[in-house]
């Protein structure tokens, strides 16, 4: 599975739609017990039936709500997600259980089940999956619906969708297996919740855009997916970024906003400050890559969109429209140089010379002028020493990478890639 998935949170809400599911089959399992599809169904058993899933629902939905903080903790912002994703789920799980129904008994009857009369085990199956399929789907857009987001609507519908399929397609298999029964309504039900928990936390995964990895302090490792207009990070345990155990943090040190497809990080620290790439900042684009700094944490910024030279490419387009390349030799370029170079992303040749100290920035006053907003005035110098060159970061805001590592100052291959903020280049020797 790709590294950029949050893994922890994948069996966080896994093992929390297990248990919603495990804990709901008891009030299911009360009022279905020892019930048989071709007898008839009083009227209070359904309107009991349609409670009992409902709860069933409201569990699953709530205990994978309050698993999204990634904590073994009884906080009470878990106790609050866990409420008002049940509420969700259950209310929404009402109207959903009697359309699922609806389904399930027009496909039993096309296969000749009937009141008194079994039908076609395949028909049974298919009734099967496309009833959960349905709640799943239903199920997942309510745990979307209580994370306050609305892309997280279609996410977790698609998601619980993909968990009722898994769950519905294993629950005959599993009755067959273990001969029936209440062990295996249990176990039914149970991977019903871990599958709809486990596939809506993926789903969410692979379709984020922005998130931030827990590099250095107490909850290192951790990651947290950046949603909505705006995530705060601090103290608080209200903070789609929580950050604890640090007195350094405020309850509310800095929050990320989203400017159409454009990330901003803005301090909310006075004192102690916020950093980015060592820079003290109050407010500041982020890029892939960027290092957040907040009291003793540090944190990495991602974005989901390609390779470095593309984004720096799609951005380039956006700053300098007219610009043909990314940057310009005061003394002139050639597309036919031979010699040592630098290349850039539309294959313009910049001569280095042996012996001399090449500066890189934004700033007219270098050798190399790099037009893009990601670069410092003076960013970066190549120097030719011993028939070698080497690239030294000038304390640049936005980083020098060498082959996607950031670097202060490092030897030149080759072929190497390099990049001055988002503005990519290749060396060639």
Same mark, same amino acid.
């Given at each position: ?16 739609? +297990? ?10 399992? =009360? ?5 048989? =599809?071709?007898?008839?169904?009083? $009227? ?6 349609? %409670? ?12 994978? +709500? ?15 997600? =866990? ?30 089940? $009937? ?103 107490? +909850? ?62 109050? $407010? ?48 002139? $370029?050639?597309?036919? %140089? ?19 100290? %090449? ?11 790099? #037009? ?18 080497? +690239? ?5 805001? #936005? ?31």
């Amino acid at each position: 599975m790709n590294s950029t998935i949050n893994r922890r949170e994948l069996a966080y809400k896994a093992i929390a739609g +297990l248990l919603g599911g495990a804990l709901g089959w008891l009030p299911v399992e =009360l009022v279905t017990h020892n019930e048989s =599809l071709t007898q008839a169904v009083s $009227s209070f058993d359904a309107a009991a039936s349609y %409670i009992t899933m409902a709860l069933l629902s409201g569990l699953i939905g709530g205990f994978i +709500l309050a698993a999204g903080g990634q904590r073994l903790e009884w906080s009470d912002t878990t106790k609050k997600n =866990l409420l008002r994703g049940f509420v969700v789920c259950f209310l929404l799980a009402l109207p959903a259980d009697y359309f699922s129904n609806y389904v399930f008994t027009i496909v039993l009857n096309a296969g000749g089940w $009937s009141v008194g009369h079994s039908g076609s085990s395949v028909y049974l199956f298919v009734a099967r999956v496309l009833s959960w399929v349905i709640m799943g789907a239903i199920l997942g857009a309510g745990v979307g619906l209580s994370s306050k987001s609305i892309p997280n609507v279609g996410k977790g519908a698609l998601g619980g969708l993909i968990g009722g399929f898994a769950g519905g397609f294993l629950f005959d298999p599993i009755n067959y297996a273990t001969g029936g029964g209440l062990v295996s309504r249990l176990v039914g039900l149970s991977l019903i919740g871990l599958a709809i928990g486990f596939f809506i936390g993926l789903v969410q995964e692979l379709t984020k855009s922005a998130w931030v990895t827990v590099e250095q302090g107490r +909850l290192k490792g951790r990651q947290y997916r950046i949603e909505g207009a705006r995530a705060a990070i601090g103290r608080a345990e209200e903070n789609p970024v929580g950050l604890f155990g640090d007195p350094a943090v405020q309850q509310r040190h800095a929050i990320i906003e989203r400017c159409g497809a454009d990330f901003v990080l803005k301090s909310l620290a006075v004192q102690d400050g916020t950093f980015v790439n060592g820079n003290r900042i109050e $407010s500041v684009d982020l890029h892939d890559g960027d290092r957040i700094g907040i009291g003793g944490y540090e944190l990495t910024f991602h974005l989901r969109q390609g390779s470095a030279a593309a984004r720096a490419q799609v951005s380039l387009a956006a700053d300098t429209p007219s610009a043909a390349h990314v940057a310009t030799r005061l003394a002139g $370029s050639r597309a036919d %140089i031979s010699g040592p170079c630098l290349v850039d992303a539309a294959g313009q040749r910049y001569a280095l010379r042996h012996g001399a100290e %090449i500066r890189l920035g934004r700033a007219l006053d270098n050798d190399i002028v790099v #037009n893009h907003s990601s670069v410092s005035r003076h960013h970066a110098t190549i120097l030719a020493l011993n028939g070698a060159f080497a +690239l030294k970061d000038l304390n640049s805001q #936005n980083g020098t990478y060498l082959r996607d590592r950031r670097v202060t100052e490092a030897q030149l291959s080759d072929g190497d890639a390099l990049r001055l903020g988002q503005a990519p280049f290749t060396f060639r020797a």
